[in-house]
């Protein structure tokens, strides 16, 4: 069964601790996303990857980290420098080609504070 | 600044009539519009798209009216089920973004359909 695996499920993080957020995709596609939802907003882009060694920063990078050494894992760092960590966050990944290819999301990791 | 607008967190509908879920955004480069659904505790699941050169899109129950001018989509279900019962996310793709698959998204709306 093709799909995108986020863990875990829920993380605790501790005030001045990194952590790493895990998205793992076996539907060999090329593009990984990380995106941030908040109550009552939309889903915001932290960082982005169109091919395996490459990413971008999108709208809301300040405070994570990302890699992308092989095609199907894109992990995320948060890192002690996000001041507001407390979020829902959704993995996504699609094929090239356009807008006849959408976004395929996982099933998000709910992080707070301790 | 909010380029994607959805200002009605939620909606009620009686079951077996239609929902209309309304989506307005300001930039003039955006070619491509989606609508995603998503329940609690899962990730959006994609529903429906449109082009910017079309004004009407169909897929069974659901049908997106893009209507350029006004700067204003909208998606409608009919007949809404209870099963349609989630959050409605509009999104965005600007012209020459299609490549690189990013999308803007709104605030969401939340759907209930009584039985």
């Known amino acids: 069964d093709g799909g995108i695996t986020q863990s875990p499920k829920y993380l605790f993080r501790k005030e001045g601790q990194n952590v790493t957020l895990s998205c793992e995709q076996n539907l060999n596609h090329d593009a990984m996303y990380w995106y941030r939802q908040d109550p009552g907003q939309g889903l915001r882009l932290i960082y982005y990857s169109q091919i395996v060694n490459d990413f971008q920063k999108g709208d809301i990078a300040e405070g994570y980290s990302v890699s992308r050494e092989k095609k199907e894992s894109f992990p995320l760092t948060v890192t002690s420098a996000q001041k507001n960590p407390t979020a829902f966050y959704l993995c996504a990944s699609k094929e090239q080609g356009g807008w006849t290819q959408p976004q395929h999301f996982g099933d998000g990791t709910r992080l707070s504070i301790l | 600044d909010q380029q994607v607008k959805q200002n009605s967190p939620s909606l009620s509908v009686q079951e077996g009539r239609i929902s209309i879920l309304n989506c307005d955004y300001t930039?003039?480069?955006?070619?491509?519009f989606l609508w995603y659904k998503k329940y609690p505790a899962e990730g959006p699941t994609f529903l429906i798209s449109?082009?910017?050169?079309?004004d009407k899109n169909e897929d069974g129950r659901f049908t997106v009216f893009l209507n350029k001018s006004a700067k204003h989509l909208s998606l409608h279900i009919v007949p809404s089920q209870p099963g349609d019962s989630a959050v409605y996310f509009c999104?965005?793709?600007?012209?020459?973004?299609?490549?690189?698959?990013?999308?803007?998204f709104g605030q969401g709306t939340t759907l209930q359909v009584k039985p």
């Open positions: 449109i082009s910017s050169i079309k």
């Open positions: 930039n003039s480069m955006f070619d491509y």
């Open positions: 999104a965005a793709s600007a012209r020459g973004s299609s490549n690189t698959g990013k999308l803007i």
